[in-house]
């Protein structure tokens, strides 16, 4: 309601007044939800070592602490036909060449038939008892599917192929990029060839910063 001569009452000039600091506070919060949308938006991953992942006891690790040096890749099982002549041809390249340049990275997957069941730290214990392995082991994942793990699924979009079967192998160089891969009942030989290449190309290259 006006007050005589057409001027607006006092209660209307309020109410005016509190619609705009409503608007106004309205628009500030849609500007910071968009904002922070795309500050919590997540990046794109570029390369293997960028990812975190769970080790067998469930703790977080960031891959970062593998860049600079090679990293083979494997999805393992521990009941499966090919579980221990792979342990054993692994454990040995991953003594051969030692932690310094290069590490083995196990990680359990149990979507290929009934070879790989139970929690993960008893998988590790499994691996290690039995066969003797000393290289790490990440938590139990799913590379098939919506439910992938991002740090493999990141290694078979890399290579445009998925794993058909376990012990399958992707060789990571130390800028976090799949190089090569192999797949499961290929030999050892071949790939023990390109993963001593690698290394000795990281081993002068670190000779040269010197």
């Known amino acids: 309601m006006e007050a005589l001569g057409g001027y607006p009452t006092k209660s209307s000039s309020l109410r005016a007044k509190r619609l705009r ?5 309205t628009v500030g919060v849609g500007c910071l939800f968009l904002l ?4 919590v938006k997540p990046r794109k991953r570029d390369d293997f070592y960028s990812f975190e992942v769970k080790d067998a006891k469930g703790r977080t690790v960031s891959l970062e602490k593998y860049r600079g040096k090679a990293s083979l890749v494997v999805n393992v ?5 090919h579980t221990e002549s792979n342990y054993r041809s692994l454990q040995e390249l991953h003594r051969e060449l030692g932690t310094s340049h290069f590490n083995v990275l ?3 997957c149990g979507q290929f038939g009934d070879t790989e069941h139970g929690f993960s730290r008893d998988i590790e214990a499994f691996a290690k008892s ?13 590379i098939l599917g919506s439910e992938a793990e991002p ?3 990141f290694l078979t979009d890399s290579v445009q192929k998925i794993p058909k079967w376990n012990f399958w192998k992707f060789l ?7 190089v090569r891969f192999w797949k499961t009942d290929e030999p050892i030989e ?11 190309e990281i081993i002068i290259k670190k000779r040269g910063e010197l």
């Not at 922070?36 to 500050?39: A, D, G, K, S, Y």
């Not at 990571?172 to 799949?178: A, D, H, L, R």
């Open 130 to 142: 039995t066969h003797g392995v000393t290289f790490p082991f990440f938590s139990k994942i799913k």
């Open 21 to 25: 600091v409503l608007l106004s506070m």
């Open 151 to 153: 740090a493999f699924r």
């Open 77 to 81: 099982a521990s009941r499966c036909e």
């Open 36 to 39: 922070q949308t795309q500050l």
């Open 106 to 108: 196990a990680f359990p």
């Open 190 to 200: 071949s790939i023990r060839q390109e993963v001593t290449a690698l290394v000795r």
């Open 172 to 178: 990571v160089n130390p800028e976090g990029k799949v």
